[in-house]
């Protein structure tokens, strides 16, 4: 396929209401991942999971998918920018860098 999507967290009983994802890139090779933590009305989350492009198709791909996703379950979303990565290879580890109040929030 184009994309690996990692499920780290699902909770069936309760219903996504707002995706909070977040775009991951380096900019030596773009895209790397997206983290999506999905949350009920009150905020709790639902669901995580992130999204791994494995060919450059694969990013479109992903964005489309996650655009029918809400589209379909009638869901909010915004996406976050960080400008880049972190890595922490002691701890096997990505983190978003810069994710602060300057960080590029777009509701798409």
């Known amino acids: 396929g184009d994309y690996l999507v990692e ?8 219903s996504e209401r707002h995706l909070h994802i977040t775009h991951h890139t380096l ?3 773009g ?3 997206y983290t999506v ?3 009920d009305d009150a905020g709790v989350a639902v669901a995580m999971e992130h999204h791994y492009p ?3 198709a694969g990013v479109n791909a992903l964005v489309e998918r996650l655009r029918q996703r809400c589209e379909e379950l009638d869901l909010t979303r915004e996406v ?3 400008g880049g990565l972190v890595h922490a290879p002691a701890l096997r ?3 978003p860098a810069g994710l602060d109040a300057s960080a590029a929030t ?3």
């Open 37 to 39: 933590l999905a949350v």
């Open 7 to 14: 499920s780290v967290l699902r909770q069936a009983d309760r």
């Open 54 to 56: 494995l060919r450059p």
């Open 93 to 95: 580890q990505l983190r």
């Open 27 to 29: 900019q030596s090779i």
């Open 80 to 82: 976050v920018h960080p």
């Open 106 to 108: 777009q509701q798409h």
């Open 31 to 33: 895209t790397v991942a």
